[in-house]
């Protein structure tokens, strides 16, 4: 199956100003994720999804591929479905929607991700990270429970699962579950998402992975065994990746 790999990135950030265009280790920060989703081989072809000349700009000086995209998107999945639709793209079986805030996106997660799409088991796809328990009650970590065949049942801000004082602790262990935010689709569930109205789940959470749930749509969860590396949102998560990159690549 053909797959593409798109990276939205719009430039109008609040947190951190100019995102896109921010310097990781000598070059700007969409340029080190093109990078590095080209670099896993997961994709036929990876392109960056921008509503600003300037960042396709800066991806073509770096040999990389731009798609020019409405400014009015609400979301990343709706930039996503503007390229996948567009006739020079056409083709694809498999989308996949790599944030553009992520350089050290781990290459399990894409895999394993576009894998549950893949391999016919879901439409859709995700990954996630067994991860300590103090995540629970932290509303900036998002959750997933899943089913035994590793549908996603939830996302939440909120402590999923909850534990009850009868229950052992033990068992909470193996099903405390950090969400990557990634997704692989079907290009056909791609553009069924999108067409979804809001969800009232997603309005209370800020999730938009729970509207396609809350439409009966299914949802794989890969869970892949190793430690998650933030996004980049602010000054101070900019700061903190440009150390781990000098470590990263020092040895």
Known sequence: M???AVIPARLGATRLPRKPLRLLAGLPLVVRVYQRVAEIGVADRVVVATDSDEVAGVIAAHGGEA???SAQHPSGTHRVAEVA????????????????DEPFVSA?????????????KFALGTAAVMAPLGILHDPNVVKVVAAEDGRAMYFSRGAIPHLRESVDGELLRTRVWQHIGLYAYEWSALMQWVELPESPLEQIERLEQLRPLAAGMAMGVSLIDEAVRPGIDTEQDLERANREWTVLTTG
């Not at 020079?88 to 929607?97: H, M, P, R, S, T």
């Not at 399990?108 to 016919?120: C, F, H, N, P, S």
Request: proline share 3%.
């Open 2 to 4: 053909r797959t593409l």
């Open 67 to 69: 798609v020019m995209t």
């Open 85 to 100: 639709r567009r006739p020079e793209l056409a083709g694809f079986d498999v989308i996949v929607n790599v944030q553009g």
């Open 108 to 120: 399990r997660a894409i895999q394993g991700a576009a894998r549950m799409v893949i391999d016919g």
